[in-house]
Protein backbone atom coordinates (compact mmCIF):
# COMPACT_ATOMS: atom_id res chain seq x y z
CA UNK A 1 0.00 0.00 0.00
CA UNK A 2 1.19 3.29 -1.10
CA UNK A 3 0.59 5.50 1.89
CA UNK A 4 3.31 3.67 3.61
CA UNK A 5 5.69 5.68 1.35
CA UNK A 6 4.65 9.07 3.04
CA UNK A 7 4.75 7.99 6.72
CA UNK A 8 4.99 11.12 8.75
CA UNK A 9 3.95 10.50 12.33
CA UNK A 10 3.27 7.24 13.57
CA UNK A 11 0.19 8.01 15.90
CA UNK A 12 0.38 4.83 18.46
CA UNK A 13 -2.75 3.02 19.77
CA UNK A 14 -2.51 4.88 23.46
CA UNK A 15 -3.30 7.95 22.04
CA UNK A 16 -6.88 6.71 21.34
CA UNK A 17 -9.26 9.07 23.78
CA UNK A 18 -11.10 6.30 26.23
CA UNK A 19 -13.49 3.89 24.86
CA UNK A 20 -17.28 5.31 24.32
CA UNK A 21 -19.84 4.24 22.01
CA UNK A 22 -20.15 6.45 19.16
CA UNK A 23 -23.16 7.68 17.45
CA UNK A 24 -24.59 6.09 14.67
CA UNK A 25 -23.85 7.23 11.01
CA UNK A 26 -26.84 9.08 10.44
CA UNK A 27 -26.57 11.49 13.21
CA UNK A 28 -22.96 12.00 12.37
CA UNK A 29 -24.53 12.62 8.85
CA UNK A 30 -27.45 14.86 9.73
CA UNK A 31 -25.35 16.90 12.47
CA UNK A 32 -22.15 17.41 10.03
CA UNK A 33 -24.57 18.73 7.21
CA UNK A 34 -25.19 22.07 9.57
CA UNK A 35 -21.77 22.80 9.08
CA UNK A 36 -20.26 25.01 6.21
CA UNK A 37 -17.64 24.51 3.66
CA UNK A 38 -16.09 25.79 0.75
CA UNK A 39 -16.79 23.59 -2.24
CA UNK A 40 -13.41 22.64 -4.11
CA UNK A 41 -12.36 20.76 -6.89
CA UNK A 42 -9.14 18.90 -5.99
CA UNK A 43 -6.93 17.70 -9.50
CA UNK A 44 -3.94 15.57 -10.11
CA UNK A 45 -2.13 14.53 -13.39
CA UNK A 46 0.08 12.36 -14.03
CA UNK A 47 1.15 8.70 -14.83
CA UNK A 48 -1.99 8.03 -12.87
CA UNK A 49 -3.81 9.72 -14.55
CA UNK A 50 -6.19 13.35 -14.85
CA UNK A 51 -8.76 13.60 -12.36
CA UNK A 52 -10.95 15.83 -10.76
CA UNK A 53 -13.49 15.65 -7.76
CA UNK A 54 -15.41 17.74 -5.94
CA UNK A 55 -14.39 17.50 -2.04
CA UNK A 56 -15.91 19.82 0.55
CA UNK A 57 -13.67 18.24 2.69
CA UNK A 58 -10.58 20.92 2.60
CA UNK A 59 -8.78 22.94 5.05
CA UNK A 60 -5.83 24.55 6.07
CA UNK A 61 -3.12 22.43 8.11
CA UNK A 62 -0.46 25.15 8.85
CA UNK A 63 1.55 27.83 7.30
CA UNK A 64 5.06 26.74 8.82
CA UNK A 65 5.65 25.06 5.97
CA UNK A 66 2.60 26.05 3.87
CA UNK A 67 0.61 23.14 3.92
CA UNK A 68 -3.42 21.61 4.10
CA UNK A 69 -5.35 18.46 3.58
CA UNK A 70 -7.76 16.85 1.70
CA UNK A 71 -10.22 14.29 2.02
CA UNK A 72 -11.32 11.70 -0.71
CA UNK A 73 -13.77 8.34 -0.84
CA UNK A 74 -10.60 5.46 -1.11
CA UNK A 75 -12.94 4.54 -3.89
CA UNK A 76 -13.04 7.68 -5.71
CA UNK A 77 -10.61 7.20 -9.09
CA UNK A 78 -8.92 10.66 -7.74
CA UNK A 79 -7.42 9.02 -4.60
CA UNK A 80 -5.46 6.27 -6.48
CA UNK A 81 -4.26 8.67 -9.00
CA UNK A 82 -3.17 11.17 -6.32
CA UNK A 83 -1.34 8.26 -4.56
CA UNK A 84 0.69 7.22 -7.56
CA UNK A 85 1.13 10.84 -9.08
CA UNK A 86 1.86 12.54 -5.93
CA UNK A 87 0.58 15.98 -6.77
CA UNK A 88 -2.61 17.49 -6.37
CA UNK A 89 -4.13 20.62 -7.06
CA UNK A 90 -7.01 22.55 -4.61
CA UNK A 91 -9.14 24.93 -6.55
CA UNK A 92 -11.74 26.43 -4.39
CA UNK A 93 -14.54 27.82 -6.43
CA UNK A 94 -15.95 31.37 -6.60
CA UNK A 95 -20.12 31.57 -5.93
CA UNK A 96 -20.72 31.40 -9.20
CA UNK A 97 -19.13 28.16 -10.20
CA UNK A 98 -21.26 25.61 -8.82
CA UNK A 99 -21.11 24.35 -12.82
CA UNK A 100 -18.04 22.47 -11.52
CA UNK A 101 -18.61 21.38 -8.23
CA UNK A 102 -21.55 19.42 -10.12
CA UNK A 103 -19.60 18.22 -13.16
CA UNK A 104 -17.04 16.91 -11.05
CA UNK A 105 -19.25 15.06 -8.62
CA UNK A 106 -20.13 13.35 -11.91
CA UNK A 107 -23.74 15.26 -11.67
CA UNK A 108 -24.36 16.63 -14.61
CA UNK A 109 -24.67 14.79 -18.54
CA UNK A 110 -21.07 16.35 -19.53
CA UNK A 111 -19.06 14.47 -16.74
CA UNK A 112 -17.44 11.89 -18.82
CA UNK A 113 -16.39 14.40 -21.57
CA UNK A 114 -12.67 16.47 -21.60
CA UNK A 115 -12.87 18.47 -18.21
CA UNK A 116 -9.99 20.23 -18.56
CA UNK A 117 -10.27 22.24 -21.53
CA UNK A 118 -7.64 25.01 -22.48
CA UNK A 119 -10.25 27.82 -22.34
CA UNK A 120 -10.67 27.11 -18.21
CA UNK A 121 -7.83 24.97 -17.16
CA UNK A 122 -3.86 25.75 -16.96
CA UNK A 123 -0.98 24.53 -14.93
CA UNK A 124 1.35 25.76 -11.84
CA UNK A 125 4.22 23.86 -10.96
CA UNK A 126 2.95 20.27 -10.86
CA UNK A 127 1.02 19.42 -13.64
CA UNK A 128 -2.10 19.48 -11.65
CA UNK A 129 -4.85 21.10 -13.72
CA UNK A 130 -5.81 24.81 -12.11
CA UNK A 131 -9.04 26.45 -12.80
CA UNK A 132 -7.76 29.86 -14.37
CA UNK A 133 -11.08 31.55 -12.19
CA UNK A 134 -10.39 29.46 -9.23
CA UNK A 135 -11.31 31.98 -6.30
CA UNK A 136 -7.86 30.46 -4.69
CA UNK A 137 -6.12 27.92 -6.18
CA UNK A 138 -3.23 25.50 -4.00
CA UNK A 139 -1.07 23.76 -5.82
CA UNK A 140 0.69 21.19 -3.88
CA UNK A 141 3.21 18.35 -3.56
CA UNK A 142 1.88 15.25 -1.37
CA UNK A 143 3.70 14.97 1.86
CA UNK A 144 1.63 12.86 3.84
CA UNK A 145 -1.02 9.89 3.71
CA UNK A 146 -3.09 8.82 6.06
CA UNK A 147 -6.54 6.51 6.09
CA UNK A 148 -9.18 6.77 8.28
CA UNK A 149 -12.18 4.86 7.40
CA UNK A 150 -13.32 5.13 3.92
CA UNK A 151 -11.72 8.21 3.40
CA UNK A 152 -7.83 8.97 2.42
CA UNK A 153 -6.87 12.29 4.35
CA UNK A 154 -3.85 13.35 1.75
CA UNK A 155 -1.59 16.00 3.14
CA UNK A 156 -0.24 18.86 0.90
CA UNK A 157 2.74 21.45 0.73
CA UNK A 158 1.87 24.55 -1.33
CA UNK A 159 4.33 24.98 -4.22
CA UNK A 160 2.43 27.34 -5.97
CA UNK A 161 -0.66 29.54 -5.70
CA UNK A 162 -3.47 31.53 -7.31
CA UNK A 163 -5.94 34.41 -6.06
CA UNK A 164 -8.95 35.24 -7.93
CA UNK A 165 -11.45 37.50 -6.99
CA UNK A 166 -15.26 37.30 -6.06
CA UNK A 167 -16.77 35.33 -2.75
CA UNK A 168 -16.73 31.42 -2.12
CA UNK A 169 -19.06 29.36 -3.10
CA UNK A 170 -20.46 27.40 0.00
CA UNK A 171 -22.24 23.92 0.46
CA UNK A 172 -24.10 23.91 4.02
CA UNK A 173 -27.45 21.64 4.74
CA UNK A 174 -27.47 19.76 1.15
CA UNK A 175 -27.32 23.00 -0.50
CA UNK A 176 -25.35 25.78 -1.89
CA UNK A 177 -25.08 29.19 -0.62
CA UNK A 178 -22.94 32.10 -0.74
CA UNK A 179 -21.90 34.29 2.21
CA UNK A 180 -23.66 37.37 3.07
CA UNK A 181 -21.49 39.64 5.05
CA UNK A 182 -22.38 40.74 8.60
CA UNK A 183 -21.14 44.07 10.21
CA UNK A 184 -19.60 46.44 7.64
CA UNK A 185 -18.45 43.41 5.33
CA UNK A 186 -15.19 42.59 3.93
CA UNK A 187 -12.50 44.58 5.51
CA UNK A 188 -10.14 46.24 2.74
C1 LIG B 1 -20.73 19.51 -2.52
C2 LIG B 1 -20.03 18.17 -2.58
C3 LIG B 1 -19.01 17.88 -1.70
C4 LIG B 1 -18.33 16.66 -1.74
N1 LIG B 1 -17.30 16.42 -0.89
C5 LIG B 1 -16.59 15.28 -0.98
C6 LIG B 1 -15.45 15.08 -0.15
O1 LIG B 1 -15.09 15.93 0.68
N2 LIG B 1 -14.75 13.92 -0.32
C7 LIG B 1 -15.12 12.96 -1.23
O2 LIG B 1 -14.45 11.92 -1.32
N3 LIG B 1 -16.21 13.12 -2.01
C8 LIG B 1 -16.94 14.26 -1.92
N4 LIG B 1 -18.02 14.45 -2.73
C9 LIG B 1 -18.45 13.35 -3.60
C10 LIG B 1 -17.61 13.22 -4.87
O3 LIG B 1 -17.48 14.46 -5.55
C11 LIG B 1 -18.32 12.22 -5.79
O4 LIG B 1 -18.49 11.01 -5.11
C12 LIG B 1 -17.59 11.98 -7.07
O5 LIG B 1 -18.50 11.50 -8.00
C13 LIG B 1 -16.50 10.96 -6.98
O6 LIG B 1 -16.07 10.75 -8.33
P1 LIG B 1 -15.03 9.62 -8.75
O7 LIG B 1 -15.54 8.36 -8.16
O8 LIG B 1 -15.06 9.64 -10.23
O9 LIG B 1 -13.72 10.05 -8.21
C14 LIG B 1 -18.71 15.69 -2.71
C15 LIG B 1 -19.74 15.97 -3.60
C16 LIG B 1 -20.39 17.19 -3.56
C17 LIG B 1 -21.48 17.49 -4.56
Not at 97 to 110: I, S, W
Request: charge should be negative.
Amino acid sequence: MKVNQFPKHNLEESLAGPELELVDRSDFVDTMSRVANSVNVVTTSGSGGEVGVTVSAATSVTAEPPTLLVCIHEQSKAAAAILENGVFCLNVLESAQQYYAELFAGLTADSTENRFNKTNWTRLKTGAPALKEGLAVFDCRLDAVLKEGTHYIFVGQVVATNKGSGVPLIYSQRAYAQPAWLDEGIPE
